[in-house]
């Protein structure tokens, strides 16, 4: 899989990419892997759970691009990579990124998210100490940092720190460190915080991929609580593009939040998604909807996430390019020409974690 054979003559940059072989990751090695033959990318993944190269198929012998399984959590590893590859710039995406999971085992958090992203900051300080001049660390961050919205409001980049999941909780000590290295050590970083993502390679633990999959199965489609959660959803392959302008036009120290312009109480997403899949299935209207199951709640459940990403836009020019519908439509079409993808990754594991976190499954 590993392909070294990149001629570093012809390599005006190289980026290192962390965490290029899960969702998000995957579609942001693509974009820079075609858009920009010129540079060397990296992908540094560990493989968990969450990473499949499966994702990368159509990107692993082009000539620009490098696979290394490495851990962030191990410093000698991370250091040795720094020093092998001497990055000109960073996207650090590597992240457990799953709420229920981060209920279920916080300290997986803590050291990935935390620890991880802190033997990154030392790996890059040590190799850009003499010079930062041109070089920049990019920090992929979540909108659940800022915590939750009542029925109205924004988050901006103004909004108060508030993380009230393991997992949010993770990631915003992880944009501290980033920050304070930018202050203390003039490191020069940016940030971004992005609401909730949703397309192809999507791992099913996540709402959207799951209930895709479940409607597939015929089996329950499991809702959390009263159903009015809200989110607002994003194409990821308008993350990966909104990433690609950050890290090239952003400025250094700054943060910008990332938002679909798009909410969607769950269960009025579900109920769409099992309308669309009806459709594309040739199912009789409204088949799907009969497999909506209220379940136990999450504990600790943020209400709603909505973003304001009126910075990116007014001073970057980014904004989401794909409608609700479109996107949802495409997403769900995927699963179904990708059934092989799907299968690989609901294998035991995954069977074992789905068991045990809808253990409580039951109509209302
Ligand atoms: P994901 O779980 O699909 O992928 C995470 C990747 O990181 C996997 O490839 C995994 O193998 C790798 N990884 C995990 N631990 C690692 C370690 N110790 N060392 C090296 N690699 C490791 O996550 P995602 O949904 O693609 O999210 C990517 C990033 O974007 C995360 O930082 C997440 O917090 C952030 N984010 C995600 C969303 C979303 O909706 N998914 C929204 C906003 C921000
Ligand atoms: P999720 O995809 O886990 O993303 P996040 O928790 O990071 O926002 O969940 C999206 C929303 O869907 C969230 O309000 C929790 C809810 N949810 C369900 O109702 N049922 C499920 O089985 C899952 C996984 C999530």
Known sequence: MTNNDTNDAMTKQTLLITGGAGFIGSHVVRLLVYKYPDYRIVNLDALTYAGNLENLRDVEHAPNY???RADITSPDEIKALFEKYRPDGVIHLAAESHVDRSIANPLAFVETNVMGTVNLLNAARNIWKDDAGGKRFYHVSTDEVYGSLGEEG????ETRYDPRSPYSASKAASDHFVRAYFHTYDLPVVLSNCSNNYGPNHFPEKLIPLIINNIKQDKPLPVYGDGKYTRDWLW?????????????????GETYNIGGNNEWKNIDLV?????????LLGKPAGASRRLITFVKDRPGHDRRYA?????????????PSIKAEAGFRETAQWYLDNDAWLQHVVSGAYQQYYNQQYQTTGNK
């Open 66 to 68: 490098v696979f290394e």
């Open 154 to 157: 924004l988050f901006t980049e």
């Open 236 to 252: 990821v392959k308008d993350h990966a593009s909104a990433i690609d302008t950050i890290f090239h036009k952003g400025r250094t």
């Open 271 to 279: 109920e769409k998604l099992c309308d669309i899949m009806d459709e």
């Open 307 to 319: 973003i304001d990403a009126s910075k990116l836009k007014t001073e970057l020019g980014w904004e």
